[in-house]
């Protein structure tokens, strides 16, 4: 006796290897470095208020001076600090949940995949998908800095957008930017070719050397692991916030990782501290080395992998406190009223407080 397929499936039923509570995620990234290492102390990074808003100290009083007991002094002061207002951009997902399939598969003890759980799963993944391919976004200038709320959607601030080439405001000669973006000319709204303190470190490397002692990747990271500490004696230490490298992370792509564990290699019988094939997880002078698989998309030119050195103690997002995860359900309408919509809105953007203690090598 032969049986239709369809009754064949009725009788013997599927049978999951796994609990219908688990379900094999293969949307994921293969690595969120952002959303783990910027969101590292997450309950510090939520805030309220119409816009974020933060001032930086860029000089001093300029007062200071020898003199002698017999002086007079004309006092004076003047205003030293930057003010820095960066908006809120705003982010969706949602997922529609049809009630009879919600209701047919709550019933089922036996069914396929929980029928929520993929709803839920794939709007999370989505949405944190979409936050970190935005950390490594190329600088636009028109949806980052100069957007208007009021008719497009604004873009988080990218780390490429604060670490550029030559220390100055994105362009396509010093980092690339988006397509359809035009140069900057302030980034947060300071212009860091008047204000030189708000320019990141710069470094370069022969490509053509790349593991000369003098000229190659590792003498270039010896400089710019120097140009990013910055050391204070006791008296300022409680007023210019240093944080050494303890929040620091180098990063760059796929070629500039093996670049680099080639470079080590080559020095090996130079080194003091050797870098052998079998260690897990390459580092300079302490401080990890990691492989970014968005800066693939960077458009770096093959053969010349920039890296950049991150202060996560001075570039970190924000959410708003309200927002981070905030859900809402509205009804799918009259032409649909067998279905719900959840909706789940994050308000949030990044800040960089300090450009000098971030850095780039790139090739020259």
């Not at 119409?50 to 001032?55: I, K, Q, T, Y």
């Not at 458009?299 to 859900?327: C, K």
């Amino acid at each position: 006796m032969s049986l239709d397929i369809n009754d064949w499936l009725t009788v013997t039923r599927d049978e999951r290897i796994v609990g219908k509570n688990q379900l094999l995620n293969e949307a994921t990234k293969q690595r969120y470095f952002c959303m783990s290492k910027m969101w590292k102390n997450a309950e510090e990074k939520f805030r309220g208020g119409e816009n974020l808003v933060d001032h930086i100290q860029g000089d001093t009083l300029g007062n200071a001076g020898r003199y002698n007991p017999e002086d007079r002094f004309n006092v004076s002061t003047r205003d030293t600090t930057v003010p820095i207002s960066v908006p809120w951009a705003y982010l969706q997902a949602h997922y529609p949940v049809v009630r009879e399939a919600r209701e047919l598969n709550s019933g089922n003890v036996s069914a396929f995949v929980n029928y929520m759980l993929v709803l839920e799963q794939g709007c999370l993944v989505d949405k944190v998908n979409v936050m970190e391919e935005e950390c490594w976004a190329l600088p636009n200038r028109e949806l980052m800095e100069d957007a208007n709320t009021e008719l497009q959607a604004r873009q988080p601030y990218s780390i490429l957008s604060f670490i550029t080439r030559d220390g100055l405001a994105p362009s396509a000669t010093n980092g690339g930017l988006a397509t359809g973006s035009s140069a900057w000319t302030t980034i947060q709204s300071i212009n860091p070719t008047t204000r030189t303190w708000f320019r990141n470190q710069t470094q370069n490397y022969n490509s053509a050397a790349k593991n000369d002692l003098n000229d190659g990747i590792v003498p270039a990271m010896d400089a710019m692991i120097e140009e990013v500490q910055f050391d204070m004696p006791g008296e300022l230490a409680k007023y210019a916030e240093d944080q050494g490298l303890q929040n620091q992370c180098i990063v760059t792509n796929l070629e500039g990782l093996t670049d680099y564990k080639a470079a080590l290699r080559s020095l090996n019988d130079q080194m003091s501290m050797l870098s052998d094939p079998t260690i897990r997880g390459a580092q300079f002078n302490g401080v990890p080395v990691k492989f970014i698989s968005e800066l693939e998309n960077a458009g770096w030119t093959a053969g010349q992998p920039d890296f950049l050195f991150i202060n996560f103690s001075f570039l970190f997002p924000f959410v708003h406190t309200n927002n981070y995860m905030r859900e809402e359900i509205t009804p799918g309408g009259p032409e649909h009223p067998n279905k719900t919509v959840v909706w789940k809105f994050t308000w949030n953007n990044v800040i960089c407080r300090s450009r000098r203690r971030q850095g780039r090598i790139s090739a020259s």
